[in-house]
């Protein structure tokens, strides 16, 4: 069965940090690349950040050395270390394969980026 689950969110004043967690079966972490989406109140989901199985990673334009993306194969569990936070990144963060698999969309975690 394919589950992910994430964790880290919260609150977190402008110029701060946060590290996103995303716990994966071990079935879709150990075949598909992963990556995190995030979605704003009224705008599509996006891709922020994906990392490939063999360690490749790649970035949104608007999260270029702020966000880091990361993988530990060992916990089955992708992880986005979060730097430099602005406003403009609050958002709904989802972990998922990419591309995604429609049925394995978890809950996300909310990043809340004000003063």
């Known amino acids: 069965q394919v589950q992910l689950v994430e964790s880290g969110g919260g609150l977190v004043q402008p110029g701060g940090s946060l590290r996103l967690s995303c716990a994966a079966s071990?079935?879709?972490?150990?075949?598909?690349?992963m990556a995190w989406y995030r979605q704003a109140p009224g705008k599509q989901r996006e891709l922020v950040a994906a990392?490939?199985?063999?360690?490749?990673?790649n970035y949104a334009d608007s999260v270029k050395g702020r966000f880091t993306i990361s993988s530990d194969n060992a916990k089955n569990t992708v992880y986005l270390q979060m730097n430099r936070l602005k406003p403009e990144d609050t958002a709904v963060y989802y972990c998922?394969?990419?591309?995604?698999?429609?049925?394995?969309w978890g809950q996300g975690t909310q990043v809340t980026v004000s003063s």
């Open positions: 998922n394969a990419r591309p995604p698999i429609m049925s394995a």
């Open positions: 990392i490939t199985t063999g360690g490749s990673t």
């Open positions: 071990r079935i879709i972490f150990s075949i598909y690349d």
